[in-house]
């Protein structure tokens, strides 16, 4: 049976803080990656690099579950 929207939930709870919070900047809310770096007070490579590392880790958490 499919879950989908609480079992992201989960994937996502299971992250730290810091990289669910960019994820959900990112792409809840659709803050461009400039404005996204600003909120988290980073620069904007930072931002970039912090994304990149999230999303990955993410997709693992997503692929265990089932959900990809």
Excluded: F, H, S
């Excluded at 931002?47 to 579950?65: F, S």
Aim: contains cysteine; glycine residues 6%.
């Amino acid at each position: 049976v499919y879950d989908g929207e609480n079992t992201l939930a989960r994937c996502l709870d299971q992250l730290p803080e810091r990289e669910k919070r960019i994820l959900i900047l990112r792409y809840w809310y659709g803050y461009t990656p400039e404005e996204t770096a600003e909120r988290m007070g980073m620069t904007e490579a930072a931002a970039r690099k912090l994304l990149q590392r999230a999303k990955a880790k993410l997709e693992v958490l997503c692929k265990e579950e089932g959900i990809l």
